[in-house]
């Protein structure tokens, strides 16, 4: 097994474990989602009318359910089996949503060109091939298909490379590794995740030399409700932490 193969396994095997605390504590109860990507994505959607959607990395299914409304079929995949069992469980009544278990840089399963619209939120930092995932959405996807990838911003937000400070009235990034891209390890809720961290050129160059075209940059801000819900994204009003670009198939 060679060391990409190892390092995918091993995240693979993290979200099979943290599955049902992720569904009971996140998902559907993600208000940061649900504040600074969703009207974006659903946006894109609406405007597209795409008829199959790609869910790429889809969890425990909140974002499929939410677009399944608008589109004609839907499939959702995600490499954790423990994740897709709970997705299927709670989409009982989404009939046109189709969940599979699988890598997103190989999907056999999908024709080529049949695809209108792929959604991957937050994938990128969950996947070791990042070219092999571009890939394999450029074989899939038709010609003018919106991508969209939402990630953890490079610059603010690096795992075991860079720590915040807070001096009066100002937050200050200490970033001591940015330019070390690879799988790092970091707690949420006290729980080990592990994000595989690249830079902004490496994220951006590798989706235009992978056949698509940058249409749009987005580095949310926190709205008010999501303050309200939760203080600690105050910071997201003035520093971002997370990029969603929205691309194009050429």
Known sequence: MNRSSYNQKRIIAIWNQLSEYWNNNFGEKDILKHEIFDPIIIDVVKKNKP???????CGEGYLSRKIAPLVNRLV?????????RIAQRKSAGFPNINYRIGNCRRMAFLREETIDCIIGQML??????FKG?????????????PILLSFL???FTIPQGSFWSKREMSYIKIITDYFSEGLK????????ILNYHRTISTVFNGIIESGFIIKKVVEPKATNNLIKHNPKYTRMKRIPGYILVISTKR
């Open 133 to 145: 995932l571009l890939r394999e959405f450029n074989r899939i996807s038709k010609k003018g298909a």
């Open 51 to 57: 008829r199959l959607v790609l869910d790429a990395g």
């Open 124 to 129: 990128l930092n969950n996947v070791v091939d």
């Open 185 to 192: 390890e970091f707690h949420l809720n006290e729980k080990k």
């Open 76 to 84: 959702a995949v995600d490499m954790s089996k423990k994740m897709i």
């Open 153 to 155: 911003h490079p610059c």
